[in-house]
């Protein structure tokens, strides 16, 4: 094993470690403290990947924008939200069971699959993967439908905490 795939090891782990911490934390404050070190598991992937790009959209937009974002909501509706009653679904078993169910069917799906013992073509010199990806995400035939939408629901999440954070006194 080469040191990257060491590294990309650990930081796997430390991704899914910290993701699983986010819905197992009873605590909403430190669920969002932890989705933020998934994110940044995620930023260090990228930059494992050579997308030095996405890499910095990861932090910046996610780690920056999205879960501090996050935080401040749970913070300000905080008070509206005192722990009364069980804090875990009754039918936590059924999810579970799903989520294995799935991962089974994944396991036997990508069995049969090539895709995984395959590398990468290198890119040519004069290849620009940010113009590309400009490019892709204000292209009809692309991804400017899921970009619109993505904008759309972020923007309505944030009237939404707006809404419930604003007090009626």
Do not use: C
Request: proline fraction near 2%; glycine fraction near 8%.
């Amino acid at each position: 094993m080469t040191g990257e795939q060491i590294i990309f090891l650990l930081v796997a782990l430390f991704t899914l470690g910290s993701g699983f911490m986010v819905v197992t934390t009873r605590n909403l404050v430190h669920a969002a403290l932890w989705l933020v070190s998934t994110l940044f598991g995620v930023a260090v992937t990228f930059a494992l990947l050579h997308a030095s790009f996405l890499a910095v959209v990861q932090v910046v937009v996610y780690i920056g924008a999205i879960a501090i974002l996050f935080i401040f909501a749970v913070m300000l509706t905080r008070k509206d939200m005192r722990d009364q009653g069980p804090q875990m679904n009754s039918n936590w078993w059924f999810g579970a069971l799903l989520s294995v169910l799935v991962f089974v069917g994944l396991f036997f799906l990508l069995q049969g699959w090539n895709g995984l013992s395959k590398t990468a073509s290198a890119y040519p010199a004069d290849f620009d993967a940010i113009s590309e990806l400009g490019n892709a995400l204000i292209s009809p035939d692309a991804y400017v439908l899921p970009f619109e939408v993505a904008s759309v629901l972020l923007v309505a999440a944030l009237v939404g905490a707006v809404y419930v954070a604003f007090n009626r006194k």
